[in-house]
T-cell receptor
Framework: SQTIHQWPATLVQPVGSPLSLECTVE??????LYWYRQAAGRGLQLLFY??????ISSEVPQNLSASRPQDRQFILSSKKLLLSDSGFYLC????????????FGPGTRLTVL | GQQLNQSPQSMFIQEGEDVSMNCTSS?????WLWYKQDPGEGPVLLIA?????ELTSNGRLTAQFGITRKDSFLNISASIPSDVGIYFC????????????FGAGTRLFVKA
């Protein structure tokens, strides 16, 4: 069966520091991968999605970036964090095809101070 | 762009009551999905709907894909305290990448 992992689970970072969040998927190949941000008490905001290695589409311009160095690995990064980057970051995957249902990871709680 | 209007934003109910929430849009979707998010965790898929008019149940949960393909509802019968969480609807269109649009969520509070 497929599983999706995210780490770290929680992170507290100072303003201006770099960021690296990792997401990996097991049990499937060539998944579509997604990064979402959820602000406190809010819905899901799509940040990036990837249909393959090295292929990244950005939905919202910001100081974040994403990379997909391997088929089942998706990384969210920033060179300098802002206070507004605080939130709950969720990675999701789909197998593509006619269903395309997204399955979410456990999330990373990021607090920028 | 496409948007989903999910309502209500929040609900405070007594244990044992039935719950109904819905999502509407001015756009047509090919798939409707309902997720539940427990505090501090990622959303978990509850029900997926693929055909207009489809009515699907998952235990005490029932969801329907509207005939017009522009709406969907989720019902929870005989609520229990563990139903507490945020419920998200999501609509998908097949544009070569299955773009998924999420509603803002309905926060459900259940009082024992």
């Amino acid at each position: 069966s497929q599983t999706i992992h995210q780490w770290p689970a929680t992170l507290v970072q100072p303003v201006g520091s770099p960021l690296s969040l990792e997401c990996t998927v097991e049990g499937t190949s060539n998944p579509n991968l997604y990064w979402y941000r959820q602000a406190a008490g809010r819905g899901l905001q799509l940040l990036f999605y990837s249909v393959g290695i090295g292929q990244i589409s950005s939905e919202v311009p910001q100081n974040l970036s994403a990379s997909r160095p391997q088929d089942r690995q998706f990384i969210l990064s920033s060179k300098k964090l802002l206070l507004s980057d605080s939130g709950f970051y969720l990675c999701a995957w789909t197998a593509g095809g006619p269903s395309g249902t997204q399955y979410f990871g456990p999330g990373t709680r990021l607090t920028v101070l | 762009g496409q948007q989903l209007n999910q309502s209500p934003q929040s609900m405070f109910i007594q244990e044992g009551e039935d719950v109904s929430m819905n999502c509407t849009s001015s756009s047509i979707f090919n798939t409707w999905l309902w997720y539940k998010q427990d505090p501090g965790e990622g959303p978990v898929l509850l029900i997926a709907l693929y055909k207009a008019g489809e009515l699907t149940s998952n235990g005490r949960l029932t969801a329907q894909f509207g005939i017009t393909r522009k709406d969907s509802f989720l019902n929870i019968s005989a609520s229990i305290p563990s139903d507490v969480g945020i419920y998200f609807c999501a609509g998908q269109v097949n544009t070569g990448g299955f773009k998924t649009i999420f509603g803002a969520g309905t926060r459900l509070f259940v009082k024992a």
